[in-house]
């Protein structure tokens, strides 16, 4: 895959297709690969151009090995005490990542869609960046309001338990936290689940990476009145029964973005399962298409 050198960052990038510029951000310590290959073609199938890459810090990118580590339980502590800590970036700085690349392509404008922490990655492209933002889709994610963000302690500890350090490790870990947060409609499979882990182990894991991000999340706050200031149409899907951010949290997006719409889905938890896809590449579609980038899309 090809990597788009932005100074200290290279980002590792794929594109799939041809028409209208889509760009999937992913979430915390996660690879592009977790937008799976089939649920892309299918939007490449709706006419789009699909754009996935992995954020610094994770998978091909960049690994930011000079910066400090934060310890993620002494984070999220802090954070809930409301105390200080430090952040080695922000989820600012992801945004200007995505700015940059969107630059390396040429892409002046995109339908932009984030999941959990890409969610809130692509919520600041919206209110920091609003000239390449078309639309934007934010999933399974939140405003980082402390009320609406609190997770299923089930979900959190499998979040932050010990990172792997070998393949069958990663497997039994991918699988661990699968199971914690999936929706009751969207059984685990569980052969696929852990190919996949596999191939983004070898790939690249990156457990300080995961330490760094989570830190960016927590540094960051609330970001509800900075939403309000948020003008490209935005959709926000989220699942009813998601355990790791709470359908509050995707309820308080909608509410504080202008205009947002808001799609609950029964049965879904925190993932991006095949009994999912269909949903996702209708509401995605359905959205940006009414709102196209280039003449003559649509339809």
Same mark, same amino acid.
């Given at each position: 895959?090809?990597?788009?050198?932005?100074?200290?960052?290279?980002?590792?990038?794929?594109?799939?297709?041809?028409?209208?510029?889509?760009?999937?951000?992913?979430?915390?310590?996660?690879?592009?690969?977790?937008?799976?290959?089939?649920?892309?073609?299918?939007?490449?199938?709706?006419?789009?151009?699909?754009?996935?890459?992995?954020?610094?810090?994770?998978?091909?990118?960049?690994?930011?090995?000079?910066?400090?580590?934060?310890?993620?339980?002494?984070?999220?502590?802090?954070?809930?005490?409301?105390?200080?800590?430090?952040?080695?970036?922000?989820?600012?700085?992801?945004?200007?990542?995505?700015?940059?690349?969107?630059?390396?392509?040429?892409?002046?404008?995109?339908?932009?869609?984030?999941?959990?922490?890409?969610?809130?990655?692509?919520?600041?492209?919206?209110?920091?960046?609003?000239?390449?933002?078309?639309?934007?889709?934010?999933?399974?994610?939140?405003?980082?309001?402390?009320?609406?963000?609190?997770?299923?302690?089930?979900?959190?500890?499998?979040?932050?338990?010990?990172?792997?350090?070998?393949?069958?490790?990663?497997?039994?870990?991918?699988?661990?936290?699968?199971?914690?947060?999936?929706?009751?409609?969207?059984?685990?499979?569980?052969?696929?689940?852990?190919?996949?882990?596999?191939? &983004?182990?070898?790939?690249?894991?990156? +457990? $300080? !990476?995961?330490?760094?991000?989570? #830190? @960016? %999340?927590?540094?960051?706050?609330? *970001?509800?009145?900075?939403?309000?200031?948020?003008?490209?149409?935005?959709?926000?899907?989220?699942? &009813?029964?998601?355990?790791?951010?709470? +359908? $509050? !949290?995707?309820?308080?997006?909608? #509410? @504080? %973005?202008?205009?947002?719409?808001? *799609?609950?889905?029964?049965?879904?938890?925190?993932?991006?399962?095949?009994?999912?896809?269909?949903?996702?590449?209708?509401?995605?579609?359905?959205? $940006?298409?009414?709102?196209?980038?280039? #003449?003559?899309?649509?339809?």
């Amino acid at each position: 895959m090809p990597r788009a050198p932005l100074g200290e960052i290279e980002l590792e990038y794929d594109l799939t297709g041809a028409g209208e510029p889509l760009l999937l951000i992913m979430g915390i310590g996660a690879q592009l690969i977790l937008w799976h290959d089939e649920l892309v073609a299918r939007l490449a199938a709706r006419g789009f151009q699909v754009l996935r890459f992995d954020n610094r810090d994770v998978g091909k990118s960049t690994w930011l090995d000079h910066a400090p580590v934060p310890a993620p339980g002494a984070v999220l502590s802090r954070a809930w005490l409301g105390l200080p800590f430090q952040a080695p970036y922000t989820l600012a700085d992801m945004a200007r990542d995505v700015v940059g690349l969107l630059d390396h392509l040429g892409w002046a404008r995109a339908h932009v869609v984030g999941a959990s922490m890409g969610g809130m990655i692509a919520q600041h492209l919206a209110f920091s960046h609003p000239e390449r933002v078309a639309t934007l889709t934010s999933i399974m994610s939140t405003t980082g309001g402390r009320w609406v963000s609190v997770p299923k302690p089930q979900a959190m500890r499998a979040l932050v338990a010990g990172r792997p350090r070998t393949e069958e490790e990663a497997e039994a870990w991918f699988l661990r936290f699968s199971r914690a947060v999936q929706g009751p409609a969207f059984p685990v499979d569980e052969q696929a689940l852990g190919q996949l882990a596999r191939r &983004a182990f070898r790939r690249g894991a990156n +457990p $300080a !990476g995961f330490a760094r991000q989570l #830190a @960016a %999340i927590m540094r960051d706050g609330d *970001r509800t009145r900075r939403l309000a200031a948020i003008q490209a149409p935005t959709l926000v899907l989220h699942g &009813a029964d998601d355990p790791l951010i709470p +359908p $509050a !949290g995707g309820r308080a997006t909608a #509410a @504080a %973005i202008p205009g947002a719409r808001l *799609r609950l889905v029964e049965g879904w938890g925190h993932s991006l399962p095949p009994g999912i896809w269909d949903t996702l590449v209708d509401e995605l579609g359905a959205h $940006a298409m009414a709102h196209p980038v280039r #003449a003559g899309a649509g339809g």
